[in-house]
């Protein structure tokens, strides 16, 4: 299966001031990754590894200092603004915090509507009718649509900005902590939510979290991030039952051991 | 041993102008001894903040206990007028909230944010700076002299959350309740403060109540579990049992739903989940809480609420199921 | 803190010059010179009149003129002022403490008042004391400075209770200290209540909305919850917490304070800077205009620049800020 999505090389270096003195940060160093279709990447690293300044690249939201990203054959990077525009459906970004990306005072109707509206397309008849088949695609209900965002509870609210990402109809979704802000037991259903999409659509997933558990669960393979370079790479598995790295093993021994009583086990 | 902290049938509600009244908590009891760790498990809107708030007589505008007793070292807090309730909290009973950036004084150095802690409690004089730096130094270790004269917006996330740990540790509290204090953590911090939680707890002889909505983080860490489901215990017990045998279906269900670790299960497993979504605080249905989500629901459970069971020394859980 | 001031001095020379340059444009753009109604007097020969226009050096070009103005001002030279004769800087000195004084006591008393109403009503949000006080102040709010003024003054006219104008009661130069203390502060009873009245609406509310969300927050509740008393938690966590905005709201009520000193003053006769500035434009006297807006910039520059550093002090996050900047 050919690559969906390369990211090349990969470096984004801020320059600044912190206390008087020039400094530069390199965020992200060198990273190099495919991402194949209809599969999903786990990519996990701790706090200020850069996982977040990569999401940021790879939805084209920032531009990178050096490196590529190619969609589909398409260099991003090299593409001007008025050309990005019209990829950017194709990659859509879902925030951690489903409450700061969402407009509380807006319907939910409205919320999924609005890519349409961007984009100019479907006609504008069809276009409620295709945002309330989302909302229910999605697990919210057509009863949802006239309800403002600051209503829902924090598992709706990111339902509902999945539903607000597919509406552009997108080829990779990056889900930058997605589950981080939901309780255990509404991440169980929004992990689903999410591989069922992927099983029927065919999206092809970037799933950003320090997470470890969740990431191994839901990813076909991994990679780690520790000080903006990929440390380690390779099947779920392999990285958290032998992991090389120092960064993998501090991640993996930091995640809480668990064995669900149902799995017929003792819990811990 | 003599309880350090006893909640006899707990309720409270919210009233609102626009949400008219919400029962927030309903017949919570519980017990608890010096020295002991308890671990309350709850989602969001299953009222884990209000009883750490009811328990330090803090509750946001708008809460108020309806009824219940809460007896702390033998002496009942509600009714209590804030003047003794002040004296306590702090000194005796320390709390420590979620989201610690947000709990510290953007514009006061460390030291003189622990400090003031201790001086409300103890006054000025001497004993004070050595209680200052022991505290800071408890939770911060070598670097205590740099930290001690930062801002908290200088501070890390997992720093930050150590200064509210030395704030609530300096006057040598008898129970400390925190609540969801790894909240907004990384995984290596959150492993670094559960640590400190730990060593704290053990070497202080302290009593913990440690609210989480992960269960995960209690195995191994505390004696004994409470289950909280919208307002109400569903089950509280002896933690190597509620969390390797459960018996309620709702902490069945909700250990089912975490991502085993470190066997995963394989790409494109389906995690179990709970079906549907926590009830209507405003408009409760009648009968048992979790009944529209329950996959063992009985008839009887749509119609009443049940009591309590006692199963075993102290384990006890509200289900018909087990009698009710 | 050095590199902090010095920058913010920077900006306040800016803004000097631009002020003097513009306040330049407008007057001598404007219409009339002083020398017009002079003019109009049939009794003065037109080669005086010529003889005054080359001695003021009004018959020389605008740039010429203010370059010549800005080289004396170096010098500390006001210019001249037409009317009195004489030169500017003595002229205004007298005036501008005057000012000062009436400007210094209303911003001490009305912040002395404004602080403990906006904190009481804060702590006592949607309860009708602090329902009642918000109505009080947007009914002052309401009321312009100048009927206020007017009105104080009616008031101190019928009932005789205080002195209806000036600064001074006849004679006062022989009275003892004291007796002169007193009587001067008589004096400024009126016009302080009037600028007091007319500036604490405004601060009472922006006092109590920075307390509103100051005693709302995460760090108050937890103090509370380490048990830290009442009186503390408003005096020593609230205040230094809430001292970013209300700084900030400090540098702007100089502002509104010299503003409106100046039609308190020109209403309850006070010797100040206003009504002489008022007669200067009325009479065209360029100079005076120039050097009095001048000079009541400056004292608003120097509130500003001392809420600056004042905020500078008291916030550690601008610190941070002002350092990586």
């Known amino acids: 299966m050919d690559a969906l999505l390369t990211v090349e090389s990969l470096t984004v270096r801020y320059r600044g001031r912190h206390g008087g003195a020039r400094m530069g940060l390199t965020a992200l160093d060198g990273v190099s990754f495919e991402v194949r279709a209809g599969t999903t990447l786990g990519v996990a690293g701790a706090s200020g ?127 930058d902590e997605p589950l981080s802000a939901l309780d255990a037991s509404v991440g169980a259903q929004i992990a689903n939510l999410l591989a069922e999409l992927q099983g029927a659509a065919g999206l092809s997933y970037v799933f950003i979290t320090h997470d470890l558990a969740m990431a191994a669960h839901l990813a076909d393979e991994m990679i780690v991030l520790d000080g903006g370079r990929i440390v380690e790479r390779g099947l779920p598995e392999q990285l958290l039952l032998r992991p090389a790295h120092a960064a993998t093993r501090a991640l993996v021994a930091a995640t809480p051991r668990w064995q669900a009583p149902g799995q017929g086990g003792a819990g811990a | ?253 909700l250990l089912d739903c975490l991502p085993a670790w470190p066997a995963p299960r394989g790409a494109y497993a389906r995690l179990p989940v709970i079906p549907g979504d926590p009830p209507d605080r405003n408009a409760p249905p009648p009968g048992c809480r979790f009944e529209p989500r329950c996959a063992a629901r009985m008839e009887e459970c749509g119609v009443r609420e049940p009591g309590a069971t006692q199963l075993g020394r102290a384990h006890s859980v509200f289900c018909f199921k087990y009698g009710g | 803190m050095i590199r902090y001031a010095l920058r913010r001095m920077a900006h306040a020379a800016f803004l000097l010059a631009g002020v003097s340059l513009l306040t330049f444009l407008f007057s001598a753009l404007a219409p009339g010179k002083y020398l017009d109604e002079m003019k109009l007097d049939p009794r003065i020969a037109p080669e005086t009149i010529a003889a005054l226009r080359s001695e003021y050096g009004m018959d020389q070009p605008l740039a010429m003129r203010y370059a010549r103005w800005l080289k004396a001002l170096a010098r500390g030279d006001l210019g001249y002022s037409f009317a009195y004769g004489q030169p500017v800087g003595p002229l205004l000195r007298v005036r501008a403490r005057n000012t000062l004084l009436l400007t210094g006591i209303s911003l001490l008393l009305a912040w002395s008042l404004a602080l403990p109403l906006g904190i009481w009503s804060a702590q006592r949000e949607g309860g009708w004391p602090d329902y009642l006080l918000t109505a009080g102040a947007a009914g002052l709010l309401i009321i312009p400075d100048i009927v206020l003024a007017l009105g104080l003054l009616i008031v101190a006219v019928r009932t005789g209770w205080l002195p209806a104008g000036g600064m001074e009661s006849v004679g006062a130069e022989s009275m003892g200290w004291a007796a002169r203390v007193r009587d001067t502060g008589l004096h400024l009873a009126l016009p302080v209540a009037a600028l007091v009245l007319s500036t604490i609406p405004m601060l009472v509310r922006h006092v109590r909305a920075a307390f509103v969300e100051v005693l709302d ?17 408003v005096w020593r966590y609230g205040l230094r917490a809430a001292a970013n905005p209300l700084i900030s709201l400090l540098g702007l009520s100089v502002g509104t304070l010299l503003s409106g000193s100046l039609i308190v003053e020109v209403v309850t006769s006070w010797p100040g800077l206003g009504p002489f500035l008022l007669e200067a434009i009325l009479a065209r006297d360029l100079y005076v205009v120039i050097g009095g807006v001048l000079l009541s910039t400056v004292f608003l520059v120097c509130g500003n620049l001392a809420a600056d550093l004042l905020l500078y002090w008291a916030d550690p996050r601008i610190r941070s800020q002002g350092e990586a900047a």
């Open chain 1, 49 to 175: 590894a850069g996982k977040s300044t990569l999401a940021l690249c790879l939805a084209c939201l920032e531009r990178p200092t050096l490196g590529k990203i190619v969609l589909d054959g398409r260099e991003l990077t090299a593409l001007d603004e008025g050309r990005l525009r019209e990829v950017r459906p194709q990659v859509q970004l879902v925030f951690q915090d489903p409450a700061g990306s969402l407009d509380p005072q807006m319907t939910a109707l409205e919320i999924v509507r609005e890519p349409f509206d961007v984009q100019k397309k479907p006609a504008p008849a069809e276009r409620t009718a295709r945002a309330i088949a989302l909302l229910e695609r999605v697990g919210l209900g057509a009863t949802a649509a006239g309800r403002t965002a600051g209503e829902f509870s924090g598992g709706q609210k990111q339902r509902l900005a999945i539903a607000r990402a597919l509406a552009a109809e997108p080829r990779v979704l990056i889900l």
């Open chain 2, 1 to 253: 041993m003599p309880s350090i902290v006893e909640v006899r049938d707990l309720h409270v509600a919210y009233s609102s102008r626009w949400s008219g009244e919400t029962r927030a908590l309903e017949g919570v009891s519980f017990a608890l001894e010096a020295g002991e760790v308890l671990g309350v498990v709850g989602e969001s809107g299953s009222g884990k903040s209000t009883l750490a708030g009811a328990l330090a007589g803090l509750l946001p505008p708008g809460g108020r206990v309806v009824r219940g007793s809460v007896r702390f070292e033998g002496r009942e807090l509600l009714g209590e007028p804030e003047a003794e309730l002040r004296h306590i909290r702090g000194a005796r009973l320390a709390l420590i909230f979620q989201e610690a950036s947000l709990a510290l004084h953007p514009s006061m150095r460390v030291r003189q944010q622990v400090r003031e802690v201790r001086r409300a409690h103890r006054g000025g004089g001497t004993g004070i700076d050595e209680a200052v730096e022991g505290a800071l130094h408890a939770v911060f270790g070598a670097d205590v002299a740099r930290i001690g004269s930062a801002y908290p917006h200088e501070l890390s996330g997992g720093q930050r959350q150590r200064v509210m740990l030395a704030q609530a540790m300096v006057c040598g509290p008898a129970l400390l309740v925190a609540d969801e204090p790894t909240a907004s953590l990384d995984p290596v911090t959150l492993a670094e403060i559960l640590k400190l939680f730990r060593e704290l707890q053990a070497a202080r002889g302290m009593a913990l109540i440690f609210i989480t909505h992960n269960p995960a983080l209690l195995s191994g860490f505390a004696h004994r579990i409470l289950v909280l489901y919208a307002g109400g215990v569903a089950e509280c017990g002896p933690a190597k049992e509620v969390l390797r045998n459960p018996k309620h279906p709702y902490t069945k269900a």
């Open chain 3, 217 to 233: 927050a995460g760090y108050l509740r937890a103090a509370r919850a380490h048990g830290i008393p009442r009186g503390r938690l």
